[in-house]
């Protein structure tokens, strides 16, 4: 029984990182479709993310079975309730990265991002891939100090952010309403996509640690 | 032991109730503070929301508590999960609530929303409220009748969503940038703070009838 036990527990693990695999590879192509105006890459996007809800709902299902089954204690229980809690994380960043690539085909085929503000979108994009990528990272190797570069790489998001919302407040800014709306949004879902990441990866450094900061994103 | 238990689940039950009354309270607050330009009552919104944050950490600590100590089965394990979600649920209304008081007090002394659209945002507040009340009611009763005006409120809102995005991308939309912007992300969390408020009430649905269609809201 403790075999089967520890191994649906193990299975749980696999499970997550499989979705932070998804959800990277899902920032990865949005962004670029984004970026480029690709909308191919842009639908490929917006389909995967159904595979990404299922994988969820297949965390979640598993997870309660174990509850159910083997009434887990003391850290398997943590990391059970845990687990629930950054599936719903992980499944978030999968609809953030499918709103970035619905603004792609929604604008195709013209770009989404005015001239003056690509380099600042192109650097969104990186951090949340990095944020992503070091996610995966995080969940296969517990080493807290990725844990770190995530919440370094959010604190860039969050300056990238503020500057966004100084462009448009500036008297030069010459955009159309919907492009001012586009840009705002976009903005938002790249922000909120690295709040996911730093969510999850406090999740984590709790399990690892004992030590919770409970919110402590959401109200940032 | 049992007399116990079933006590410390009402318990649950009774955290999630007063904290949907809190969530109410705080829509209603931003929603006059937001129309009015009030910024006192915005203040007010902005730090009731950490009591929100506080009950639905201690409302997730009693239900990992029950999950260790009792090892619940069946649905009184579906009822300690749902509650879990649906705490997380209603602490992001509160954190979208506080969002509203934002803006209101970002703006202040002018009111955020421009002349044209406020009956638009009247309407949204009205169905917000309605929302958040009904979801108190649906918690306390369980009445199946309840959840259903909570998806026609949301389908409303979701009309509202649209039309405030239409407006502004008409040629004779005159605003500035940063109204436009405002006027955006207003309609979006007017939007979230209802989509979370049906995500609630399909749990209930599902807690009731066992009939459940996971994450049909998030990717609607």
Known sequence: MRKVFQEELAHVGEDLIEIS?????AIGKATTSFESA?????????AADARI???QNSLDERAIDILALQGPVASDLRMIVGSLRMSASLERMG?????IAQLARLRFPS??????????????????????????QLLETRDLEVARDILK?????NDLHLSV???????DWQESPATTVDVALASRYFERFADHGVSVAQKVTYLVTGAWHPNS????
């Open 153 to 157: 790489a959010n604190s860039t998001v």
């Open 111 to 136: 770009t989404v991002i005015p001239e003056a503000l690509t380099g600042t979108f192109k650097s969104f994009a990186e951090q949340d891939i990095e944020i992503a990528n070091k996610l995966t």
């Open 95 to 99: 609809d953030l990265a499918r709103h």
């Open 38 to 46: 690709d909308v191919d890459l842009a639908q490929d996007v917006i």
């Open 53 to 55: 809800d299922f994988l």
């Open 165 to 171: 919302f100084k462009a448009i407040a500036r008297p």
């Open 21 to 25: 695999k998804l959800v990277s590879e």
């Open 217 to 220: 994103i959401e109200h940032g």
